[in-house]
């Protein structure tokens, strides 16, 4: 006798079925038993797939967090700044020119490599810097 688990179905939903084949059926044929899905498995699928979102939010918020700390760097080394101040003209430069603060600090890590930095923020920053050196 053997006996195989999977998961499958005709409709295409997924569903849990197990197979008993005989080696020797009475009258020939191989025997295929189906087992009911199980139950609450359904909210158990809803669940995992709920995980599998937030585990990819939480991967892309650590993804982010470390680029906006790069850039933090590379403001209060360009202005001469306290850590406080460096993430206050970030902040100020994003509301300034309505581009997300992600957005803005992966600019201004690209641009130590790139020397390219667009103007609006180039001129953000440089408002923000100043402003930031006076308090």
Known sequence: MQFRSGISDPSGEP???DVIT??????GTPVRTTVPTVPG???LL???SDLQDEI???QEAIVSHAVIDQAIGVVITLGTLRPDQGFEVLREVS???NIKLRQISEQLVDWVHSE???EEIRTALDRAITAARSN
């Not at 005989?22 to 009258?27: F, Q, R, V």
């Open 15 to 17: 569903a849990v079925w």
């Open 22 to 27: 005989m080696d020797k059926p009475l009258n």
């Open 41 to 43: 498995r359904e909210g």
């Open 46 to 48: 809803t669940k995992i």
């Open 56 to 58: 990819g939010q939480l």
């Open 95 to 97: 509301q300034h020119t």
């Open 116 to 118: 390219q930095l667009p």
